[in-house]
């Protein structure tokens, strides 16, 4: 593939099995964030393999991938130590009618590695983790609101959370209605809601670094997102004052910010937590962990009304598991968050020299922890634009780059960066000359991407 001529990037396997996907599968995906919607119109590629940081599509085309499963794969595709872990259980089978040694062994190595929770229990995917954690905190409270931060986009597919949201159809108004907001940030502004709610928060749910996504406004609180110190000890001390749980999600920041988290970095201990991402490498498998008072309400030892925490048929999957435990190992062996870092830290400053090269350094922003690059496009007046996003993903896709975002794999290597950079200067190129003449709309090639998160189609 070549940067000069987008229209000759061959997809027509591609756009074909887009409409059998939008057939068959409501939206086309399995997850809105990989709805074609979500790229450039006619270039959406449908991935047939990937190995290490790079996919192809069913074209034949080559990309170098960042983001890889939407940050669930943070080894790189079909990585040695996981596959050969997972290849191990499987003709031993994978789920029977009582639990196999495979989940002891499980939690023992997640306890170890994530030494502030004393008790987990494993699921498949992150909202069934983050609603659990919920129904726990208002079961041990016996309140029945819950305060999430207003800051960070998603955090789960439940009821309690998507009513919040711009697609909240379906879901009535008395259970949005116990769902509250506060900022990132602000102990002052919490501790008002948590005096104006007083006795009727349950819990206090939030990623504990600061957005993990791009923000809508144009300048960022913090290029690396870390919170301000004292913040994190601030509500865990709200917390403890006003009688609520405080649950941290760590979906994303779970080994990418140390191997047990921000709360292993950040040296906070949360009541809750929520694990996934990057947990199984791509295999679905999600945990809750916590203080033992609190998780063992969902077990058989205590005198309680029992509570519903987790029960799914295939929460303990054999594999899923063992990849688990790969990735954990692989992780506290070989150093990966120092990679992740590194890598990271080579990309973001390659890409921050192309933008400035190119006279585009205001309006291609790279924000985030190195582990978890994100970037706006922002258009003359500095403000984020989904047109300019598209002109900026078109050319990454011609250029052989998969960018919805910068979020790094340990499989990159210097010379994938390298490549990256240079398409990214291609790109910030013709950024510039659409700022120049203040309007992208010739550099589209069709509608813009658009929001995940929209009242309509």
């Not at 992780?331 to 590194?342: N, P, V, W």
């Not at 309006?363 to 996003?389: C, I, K, M, W």
Request: proline letters at 6%; aromatic letters at 6%; hydrophobic letters at 40%.
């Amino acid at each position: 593939m070549t940067t000069e001529d987008i229209e000759s990037l061959p997809l027509t396997r591609s756009r074909q099995a887009n409409e059998r996907l939008h057939a068959l599968i409501p939206g086309g995906a399995h997850t809105y964030a990989k709805g074609d919607d979500q790229y450039p119109e006619n270039l959406a590629p449908v991935i047939s393999h990937g190995r290490g940081a790079h996919v192809w599509d069913v074209d034949g085309n080559r990309y170098v991938e960042y983001g890889s499963g939407l940050r669930s794969v943070s080894l790189g595709h079909a990585h040695p130590r996981v596959i050969e872990a997972v290849r191990r259980e499987l003709d031993r089978g994978s789920n029977f009618v009582r639990p196999s040694l495979m989940e002891v062994e499980a939690a023992e190595r997640f306890l170890a590695t994530v030494p502030t929770a004393e008790m987990v229990k494993f699921t498949k995917n992150g909202s069934d983790a983050t609603t659990a954690a919920v129904r726990l905190a208002r079961a041990v409270t016996g309140r029945p609101r819950v305060a999430v931060c207003g800051d960070q986009p998603f955090f789960s597919v439940d009821d309690w959370f998507i009513g919040t949201t711009p697609m909240s159809a379906g879901i009535p108004t008395a259970t949005t209605e116990l769902t509250v907001t506060f900022p990132y940030g602000d102990l002052a502004a919490t501790e008002e809601l948590l005096t104006r709610h007083h006795g009727e928060i349950a819990c206090l749910i939030l990623e504990p670094t600061g957005r993990t996504e791009p923000s809508p406004s144009p300048q960022p609180r913090s290029g690396t997102t870390d919170p301000t110190p004292g913040y994190l000890a601030g509500l865990r001390r709200l917390a403890d004052r006003h009688g609520c749980v405080l649950i941290f999600d760590e979906m994303i920041t779970g080994c990418r910010w140390s191997e047990a988290g921000a709360q292993g970095l950040y040296g906070v201990v949360p009541d809750l937590s929520t694990f996934g991402k990057a947990l199984g490498n791509g295999f679905a498998v999600s945990a809750l962990a916590g203080r033992r008072e609190l998780m063992e309400r969902g077990g058989l030892r205590h005198s309680h009304d029992r509570v519903f925490l987790l029960s799914t048929t295939h929460g303990a999957e054999t594999h899923s598991l063992a990849a688990a435990m790969a990735v954990q190992a692989t992780y506290t062996e070989e150093g990966i968050t120092a990679q992740l870092h590194a890598l990271g830290e080579r990309l973001a400053a390659g890409v921050r020299d192309a933008a400035a090269s190119m006279g585009v350094g205001d309006h291609v922003v790279v924000r985030g922890r190195a582990s978890n690059l994100v970037f706006a496009t922002l258009d003359e007046n500095r403000q984020p634009s989904q047109q300019y996003r598209t002109l900026f993903l078109r050319r990454l896709l011609a250029g052989g780059v998969l960018a919805p975002s910068f979020v790094v794999s340990s499989a990159l290597d210097d010379a994938d960066i390298d490549r990256t950079v240079e398409v990214v200067a291609q790109a910030c190129a013709v950024y510039r000359k659409a700022l120049d003449a203040a309007d992208p709309t010739p550099w589209l090639g069709g509608r813009p991407v658009k929001p995940v998160f929209r009242r309509l189609p």
